[in-house]
């Protein structure tokens, strides 16, 4: 049986993270091979400062502020984020088979010939979040020879490569046999800087059957009833989305469960699990997030698609998903009216034409095994 090391983002403190690394692992072993995620010890803990002057003295002058009274709400969401990633390490512990810690700049001189293959993806493993080039390099498996290097649906996360690592993304991405990403902005980034073709494949969250999904939904500690807009905004809810969403609520009897809200109990006490149970039963769904989006679809729940101004770039891989499912209409811009309005303006608010859904799921599936037959030289 083949062995596969995953290399992904790993830190515990996201959901979408910790359920496409749960799709990655259920997807190869559906397959019949032997997956181990790689768990980064760069990721679970703070970054260190090489060498960098200006790094170091805000570090110091952070500490400084926090220890005489200031910045307190910076200590405490600190606090808080590190409850939620002990209660969100359960659900790994539970579910994932991993490593111990490793060191991506200091990886065993054998790591490569310790597995037969080596897959990177899904989320924004490409985007270089500690703006690292080391890092990078890990993540485009550099460590690996080309036939060992697999991808599945990673993404880039930004709009255009940063010239400051563009060689390292060149070299990168022309050492993989074969390319696989996440959106159609990623093929049009490879294929401009490699020359190199890359196929669209879907999120791994969506290339297992949902029933897989339907396994592990876990019933919230704080669950009432079904009565409830469920809310996840990376990005805050806030303004007018924040006005409209508790208006209508109101308006209907539901509540709001904000998941992200540092001051209510959910921002500590929701596993990956749990968040799955959420967005289950929630009887709306609002949310600037991709993979809060993709369950909505697999759940068939209706859901507004809000934007996420604190990160640029984010947008195509969620054009890339509606465009595939045949999905339109469920930008928060397009139906605020049914926010205000009853009636047939409501309706659309809570009805989605997810009819084209299971023949594209079909569909997309076949493309993956078909792409992973090429990786594995099982058409040779």
Same mark, same amino acid.
Request: glycine letters at 6%; charged letters at 30%.
């Given at each position: ?42 990721? $679970? ?18 500490? /400084? ?70 890092? +990078?390099?890990?993540?485009?498996? $550099? ?8 991808? /599945? ?7 255009? #490569? ?43 969250? =969506?290339? /297992? ?14 669950? /009432? ?34 998941? =992200? ?8 006490? $929701? ?12 009887? +709306? ?28 770039? =984010? ?9 595939? #499912? ?5 930008? #928060? ?48």
């Amino acid at each position: 049986m083949p062995k596969i090391a995953i290399i992904t983002l790993y830190d515990n403190a996201n959901f979408g993270n910790k359920l496409q690394n749960y799709a990655v692992q259920t997807y190869f072993q559906s397959i019949g091979v032997c997956v181990t995620t790689v768990v980064d010890a760069m990721q $679970t803990k703070p970054a260190r400062i090489y060498l960098n002057p200006i790094k170091i003295l805000k570090r110091i002058a952070h500490f /400084i502020l926090q220890h005489v009274g200031f910045e307190k709400d910076k200590v405490k969401r600190k606090e808080l984020l590190d409850k939620r990633c002990q209660y969100m390490k359960l659900f790994s512990d539970e579910y994932l088979t991993t490593t111990p810690p490793i060191n991506y700049r200091h990886l065993p001189r054998d790591f490569a010939k310790q597995y037969d293959y080596f897959v990177t993806g899904s989320d924004q493993v490409w985007h270089g979040w500690k703006n690292d080039r080391h890092e +990078l390099e890990y993540f485009l498996l $550099t460590f690996a020879t080309p036939s060992q290097r697999l991808t /599945i649906a990673p993404s880039f996360g930004f709009d255009e #490569f940063p010239k400051k690592y563009l060689k390292t993304y060149k070299k990168g991405l022309e050492g993989f046999e074969y390319l696989s990403v996440r959106e159609e902005h990623g093929t049009e980034l490879i294929k401009e800087l490699t020359g190199k073709d890359a196929t669209v494949l879907l999120d791994p969250t =969506m290339l /297992i059957d949902t029933s897989e999904w339907l396994k592990i939904l876990k019933k919230p500690s704080q669950y /009432i009833d079904d009565n409830y807009i469920f809310v996840y905004a990376l990005g805050g809810f806030k303004g007018e989305v924040k006005e409209k969403t508790c208006k209508l609520a109101d308006e209907l009897g539901l509540q709001v469960i904000d998941i =992200m809200d540092i001051d209510s109990d959910f921002y500590i006490h $929701t596993r990956p699990d749990e968040f799955l149970y959420w967005i289950h039963n929630a009887r +709306l769904v609002v949310t600037d997030s991709f993979h809060a989006s993709v369950f909505s679809i697999l759940f068939n729940r209706p859901f507004v698609v809000t934007e996420r101004s604190d990160i640029k770039g =984010m947008g195509s891989r969620l054009d890339t998903l509606f465009n595939k #499912f045949g999905i339109t209409g469920r930008h #928060f811009d397009e139906l605020k009216d049914g926010f205000d309005n009853a009636g047939a303006v409501r309706d659309e608010l809570f009805v989605v034409d997810y009819s084209s859904v299971p023949d594209v799921l079909e569909a997309e599936r076949k493309k993956a095994a078909e792409f992973y037959k090429k990786c594995f030289h099982e058409n040779d």
